[in-house]
């Protein structure tokens, strides 16, 4: 199969991973000519699907990708089509990133119903790939039931995540009242739903402690209005026991359905698509001030005249703004 635009679209469209895979690559090139193309590509396909979107973030160590896997495999042998859209970080220093998220869920990436993608952060802000909603896009025209995305750790990639995803679940570890405090408020405020993992063996009754400790600093959140009674709500699991894992996607089940009976659902995704496009068009103008020969030229010079304290940082900065306006 050739890689044009066409090409990809009616074989995501068919539901094929390779042509998936591709169009994925596609997109997240850097390339003019690759770039023209995905356009072409995320315009054919645009408006096909209807996923449900859900984020996973946690500590590192906290059993991410062996909670993916299990919960994955559940719902593929319940017929369900599971894409994960995996952040991997990338290195400062090198770019390189380790992708290794196939490695650690060698059974889902096996299975037919499942498709996982790593994807190198690149740098970007909060470790979210800068093209993790068009590889949603993707996913879902390609027929997917649930697609995961999960985030590199706990920290600025939920901020981001949330502005992409349908429901925002959190993966804890059993832990004491001191690592209940480090937990940011933010991050509280964020979740849908908490899991606290590794409920079996030795600490199942530490991470039913956890539940009730988590289940308590919820109630003292203020009440949102996306929210039925009950949520968000704090649950244990246990992925090395797949215990506790039908339950929690019941309950993601029950929270999407009611949202969308009570129009929060159908609002959430209008406000999302409206934030990407307000992001495509800061990154858009960031591009053309790192690629555009005159336009970085104009900036060096405005920048020695600072520099030096001939012109004001945001006198300067008005000029740069008029020039390209």
């Given at each position: 199969m050739r890689n044009t635009a066409e090409d990809l679209a009616q074989g995501i469209l068919a539901g094929d991973r390779r042509a998936l895979a591709r169009g994925i690559t596609l997109i997240e090139s850097n390339r003019a000519d690759h770039r023209a193309e995905a356009l072409r590509l995320l315009d054919m396909l645009a408006g096909q699907g209807a996923a449900l979107r859900v984020g996973l973030s946690g500590t590192p160590g906290v059993g991410k990708s062996t909670f993916i896997e299990s919960f994955g495999l559940m719902l593929t042998g319940q017929g369900k089509k599971v894409a994960v859209l995996a952040v991997d970080p990338s290195s400062a220093r090198s770019g390189g990133s380790i992708l290794g998220d196939k490695t650690r869920m060698e059974q889902l990436s096996r299975d037919p119903n499942a498709f996982i993608r790593p994807s190198p952060s690149q740098a970007h802000l909060g470790g979210v790939a800068r093209r993790t909603r068009e590889a949603i896009l993707?996913?879902?025209?390609?027929?997917?039931?649930?697609?995961?995305?999960?985030?590199?750790?706990?920290?600025?990639?939920?901020?981001?995540?949330?502005?992409?995803?349908?429901?925002?679940?959190?993966?804890?570890?059993?832990?004491?009242?001191?690592?209940?405090?480090?937990?940011?408020?933010?991050?509280?405020?964020?979740?849908?739903?908490?899991?606290?993992?590794?409920?079996?063996?030795?600490?199942?009754?530490?991470?039913?402690?956890?539940?009730?400790?988590?289940?308590?600093?919820?109630?003292?959140?203020?009440?949102?209005?996306?929210?039925?009674?009950?949520?968000?709500?704090?649950?244990?699991?246990?992925?090395?026991?797949?215990?506790?894992?039908?339950?929690?996607?019941?309950?993601?089940?029950?929270?999407?359905?009611?949202?969308?009976?009570?129009?929060?659902?159908?609002?959430?995704?209008?406000?999302?698509?409206?934030?990407?496009?307000?992001?495509?068009?800061?990154?858009?103008?960031?591009?053309?001030?790192?690629?555009?020969?005159?336009?970085?030229?104009k900036m060096a010079g405005l920048g020695d005249q600072v520099a030096q304290g001939r012109t004001a940082p945001a006198v300067a900065a008005a000029s740069m703004l008029d020039l390209l306006g």
């Open positions: 993707l996913c879902e025209a390609a027929g997917f039931d649930l697609i995961l995305i999960e985030t590199v750790g706990v920290g600025q990639s939920e901020t981001l995540v949330a502005d992409m995803v349908d429901l925002f679940v959190l993966l804890m570890a059993p832990a004491g009242g001191d690592e209940l405090q480090g937990v940011k408020r933010g991050i509280m405020e964020m979740a849908d739903i908490l899991l606290v993992n590794k409920a079996d063996g030795d600490l199942k009754m530490t991470a039913m402690r956890t539940v009730a400790d988590y289940a308590g600093a919820l109630r003292l959140l203020r009440k949102r209005p996306q929210d039925p009674e009950g949520f968000p709500k704090a649950m244990a699991v246990s992925a090395l026991e797949e215990a506790g894992l039908e339950k929690a996607w019941d309950e993601i089940c029950a929270l999407a359905q009611w949202r969308k009976e009570e129009g929060f659902f159908a609002t959430r995704r209008a406000e999302q698509a409206r934030h990407w496009f307000e992001a495509e068009v800061r990154e858009g103008l960031l591009a053309r001030l790192r690629t555009d020969p005159e336009i970085r030229a």
